[in-house]
Nanobody, 124 residues
Framework: QVQLVESGGGLVQTGDSLRLSCVASVSAFSSYGMGWFRQAPGKEREYVAGISWTGDNKYYGTSMKGRVTISRDNAKNTVYLQMNNLEREDTAVYYC?????????????????WGQGTQVTVSS
């Protein structure tokens, strides 16, 4: 059983940067691809970024492409999402997930475990 806990969200202004973290509770973390999704009020859950189990392959959704970087540290059982030049439209709950297929895919069905989410609010 894998438990994922996100942190790093908060209230920021437009143009600011924020780094989210997701820590897994077990050492089997390195066998999973990892992904970040977000969900704003009244919106569908949206793919932000994914990373393969080796960390060699990274993928990005269209909405935040060019403004986010995903990375992982398997020794710390942690995946990160660096977000830059934040916009009001980025306000959402951000979730990390563990992809049993190992890719960090954009499809929600690939993810076996999910964290509780961390709130990001961007104001002007």
């Amino acid at each position: 059983q894998v438990q994922l806990v996100e942190s790093g969200g908060g209230l920021v202004q437009t143009g600011d940067s924020l780094r989210l973290s997701c820590v897994a509770s077990v050492s089997a973390f390195s066998s999973y691809g990892m992904g970040w999704f977000r969900q704003a009020p009244g919106k569908e859950r949206e793919y932000v970024a994914g990373i393969s189990w080796t960390g060699d392959n990274k993928y990005y959704g269209t909405s935040m492409k060019g403004r986010v970087t995903i990375s992982r540290d398997n020794a710390k059982n942690t995946v990160y999402l660096q977000m830059n030049n934040l916009e009001r439209e980025d306000t959402a709950v951000y979730y990390c997930g563990a992809d049993y297929k190992g890719w960090g895919a954009s499809t929600e069905s690939s993810y076996e475990y999910w964290g509780q989410g961390t709130q990001v609010t961007v104001s002007s």
